[in-house]
């Protein structure tokens, strides 16, 4: 596809405009940013990729990583409400979903160890695991409100913070799995996975590409798993005080 | 029942006791003071009955003895140890609250006795014997917890607590659900507790002729203080205080009316 060709594309976006004009909606300008933003940082990424492929290098390979980890970290924190901190909490669950899983893949030679499979496949997991963070921490929270009576009832007894936020923890595990679980029943039948399409756009073999989805639909779901425990390993004790009381 | 005798390990004769205690929570129109200056001590084996009007201060006081609440004033000390010095297991493992809203957790009748055994790796309760004694039919050990009465719950949580075998027994309104009946066969097997092994217990109650029956000591609480505290027979018989004079005829009024329209039904 040329560059002229995409531009070609940039009717949708027209199109949209003239709706908002119309319709009074005052979105243009949003419309206009959002435009200039994904085009800009798509190139971009699509320049750096190219530069890093070309070089082949490990540890460029590694940094982008990193990178991409730590923004994913910021984001999930922000989204915390506070129960898991500003930012490290969030990084140590990402960052050990992300050497857990892709280190299996690496260890058990299902993927080479190549930049243009490392990180594209790296971007999947971690983004899941960002998702999975989030979700993690709005249900640890609205679980232990719904349930507060419960767990003060088990502080009463002498439970210590662990033991009394057992059942609310693994209430918000549970809840932070489901999506991934059932996008991973229906994927095939109601949507086409991104990166099945893209490969398949591109000229892959269907079946390839269906195999490389199948890897990270699996992968994908370890990590939300492996996200959630080590999250709420993390982030239990911050429901409570010094004097086991409970917080929120 | 094995229980070790608390006496030799503590340093303190007094099983409670409050030293200017008070506190203070946070309200839309500034801090508020639901405790003032509270002070007053109980000996082992001894019951004191704790009354008052709504909104007194009593369940704040009580979660003040386990550190469910912390006092922002003042310090509570247990067995003459500060309670924020306790080790927090040890601590409500012992000083067992029987809360004014019994909150069941999830499973059968069976499975919310074995709760506390379990928190603290001890061996499992005998629940048929746990419930007869508060007076509940053991055939409920199989039932779902959530689908018991009121009545039956206020009771299930004194038996849970038990098990714990706590040495200071503190029941915010647990007999508020049951009949005259149910409410003095939990009395007797708490009277039984005190003079079998020296239980303290803390009894907060509406029911002014059960705290004159089930007291040794008797505290009036209004308005965040204890406006008055005595041997409960002298309480009854000649209250010093303006307050508790004031209180004690309504409450007598209230108690000959046969039936007293049920307006100390809590929050
Ligand atoms: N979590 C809370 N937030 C704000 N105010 C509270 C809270 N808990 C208690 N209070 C206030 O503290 C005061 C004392 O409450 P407490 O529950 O100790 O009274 P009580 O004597 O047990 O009353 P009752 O006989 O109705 O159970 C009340 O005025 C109540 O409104
Ligand atoms: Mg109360």
Redesign the pocket.
């Known amino acids: 596809m040329s560059l002229w060709t995409l531009s070609l594309t940039l009717a949708f976006v027209v199109a949209a405009m003239l709706v908002s004009l119309w319709q009074r909606l005052g979105l243009e300008k949003d419309m206009l940013v959002a435009t200039v933003r994904a085009t800009v940082q798509l190139l971009l990424i699509g320049y750096i990729l190219k530069f890093v492929f070309h070089v082949g290098n490990l540890a460029l390979t590694a940094a982008m990583v990193a990178v991409m980890t730590c923004v994913a970290a910021d984001n999930a924190g922000r989204r915390g409400r506070g129960l898991a901190g500003r930012f490290w909490r969030p990084f140590v669950a990402i960052a050990a979903t992300e050497v857990l899983t892709q280190g299996f893949l690496l260890a058990g030679h299902v993927i080479p160890v190549r930049p243009s499979y490392i990180i594209p496949i790296s971007g999947m997991i971690v983004g899941n695991s960002m998702v999975a963070c989030g979700l993690f921490l709005n249900r640890l929270r609205d679980e232990t409100q719904a349930r507060s009576a419960e767990v003060w009832t088990l502080l009463a007894l002498g439970a210590n913070p662990k033991q009394a936020s057992r059942a609310v923890v693994k209430a918000a595990t549970k809840a932070s799995m489901i999506p991934t679980i059932d996008s991973a029943k229906t994927m095939g039948l109601v949507q086409l996975p991104g990166m099945m399409t893209g490969q398949i756009i591109a000229g892959a073999d269907p079946i390839q590409a269906v195999r490389y989805q199948l890897l990270i639909v699996f992968a994908i779901m370890a990590s939300a798993a492996i996200t959630s425990i080590v999250l709420g390993l993390l982030t239990y004790p911050r429901l409570f005080n010094r004097f086991w009381q409970l917080l929120v | 029942m094995p229980h070790a005798p608390v006496a030799k390990h503590e340093p303190s004769p007094w099983a409670i006791e409050f030293r200017g205690v008070g506190r203070t ?1 946070p ?1 839309e129109d500034g801090p ?1 003071s ?1 405790l003032t200056g509270v002070s007053g001590r109980l000996a082992r084996g001894r019951v004191l009955t704790l009354i ?1 009007p ?8 009580l979660s003040l003895c386990n550190l469910l609440q912390t006092p922002d004033m003042g310090e509570v000390f247990i067995w003459g140890r500060e309670v924020r010095t306790w080790l927090l297991a040890e601590l409500r493992r012992r000083v067992g609250l029987v809360m ?1 809203q019994p909150v069941m957790l999830p499973g059968t009748v069976a499975d919310n006795l074995a709760v506390p055994s379990r928190l603290h790796g001890r061996p499992q309760p005998d629940g048929y014997r746990l419930l007869q004694q508060v007076g509940l039919d053991p055939s409920l050990l199989q039932r779902p917890a959530a689908e018991l009465s009121g009545g039956q719950k206020q009771r299930v949580a004194l038996a849970r607590i038990l098990s714990n075998e706590p040495d200071i027994l503190l029941v915010d ?1 647990g007999t508020s659900g049951l009949d005259r009946e149910s409410a003095e066969i939990m009395e007797r097997h708490v009277r039984r507790l005190v003079a079998s092994r020296s239980l303290t217990v803390v009894w ?1 109650t ?1 029911d002014l002729e059960q705290a004159r029956r089930m007291g040794d000591e008797t505290w009036l ?1 209004d308005k ?1 203080r204890v406006v008055e505290q005595g041997i409960t027979e002298a309480f009854f018989e000649a209250p010093q205080t303006e307050i508790a004079k004031r209180f004690l005829r309504a409450g007598l009024r209230a108690d000959r009316r046969t039936l007293a329209p049920g307006e100390e039904d ?2």
Request: no cysteine; hydrophobic share 30%.
């Open positions: 929570l309200s508020k639901i008052g709504s909104g007194a201060g009593k369940s704040t006081l004014q309104e907060v509406h609480m965040g809590e929050s």
